[in-house]
């Protein structure tokens, strides 16, 4: 029987930040309240994969370092080859191979974020947190990141994405649907939207596009 990746059952921590108060979770079997600064470190590192909006890659860098920046975190230390090797694999997952070597600067927007992507691949997390992966890109670059979180999620990784695009919310599984702090609704999607489908049917669009020029 596999461990859930979140387990969350009789509270009996709670961190107060100003008037708000926040709960203890266990991650992945561990229980984080009992974790000091440097450990929960660790775990955020090895056990949690985090794609943002805004890409946040370092610009002077090129593609494969910005992919092997979690690496150098990592305790115990990962070996220099063995960082080159696992940054390539996640850079082509994200079909990037051969854009290893550029900088930020010579990639498209859609680029980026499959970098960004493969960065927080290369630890091979147990949970992907993405904010908002899409809110910069085109729609059909979207569809072609949410592809990838389709795969990595049948694959067996848990992804928790937070959007505000209702199209972009019914690739996933479940939509938990939030609004000043309080939950207003979680379900399952059954109309769920699968990429490949979606890419197909945008190729077709275009073609007959072009055919009636």
Do not use: W
């Amino acid at each position: 029987m596999s461990t859930p990746v979140i387990q969350l059952e009789d509270f009996c921590k709670t961190y107060i930040s100003g008037e708000v108060q926040v709960h203890a979770v266990r991650l992945d079997g561990v229980n984080v309240g009992e974790l000091n600064r440097d450990e929960l470190a660790d775990l955020r590192n090895q056990k949690i994969g985090f794609v943002f909006q805004g890409f946040n890659l370092l610009e002077r860098t090129t593609a494969l370092e910005n992919v092997e920046l979690p690496m150098l975190y990592c305790r115990p230390g990962v070996r220099t080859r063995t960082q080159r090797e696992r940054a390539e694999k996640a850079l082509a997952l994200v079909s990037l191979a051969d854009r290893s070597d550029h900088t930020p600067s010579q990639l498209s927007g859609g680029q980026q974020q499959r970098v960004a992507i493969a960065r927080a691949l290369v630890n091979e997390p147990k949970l992907l947190l993405a904010d908002e992966p899409t809110g910069n890109l085109d729609s059909r670059t979207s569809i072609e990141i949410m592809g990838i979180f389709q795969q990595l999620n049948e694959q067996g990784m848990t992804v928790i994405m937070v959007t505000h695009e209702l199209d972009i919310a019914r690739y996933c599984r479940r939509v938990v649907v939030m609004r000043d702090g309080l939950i207003r609704s979680d379900e399952a999607v059954n109309d769920r939207l699968h990429a490949a489908e979606e890419l197909a049917r945008l190729d077709a669009e275009q073609k007959a596009i072009q055919l009636t020029a």
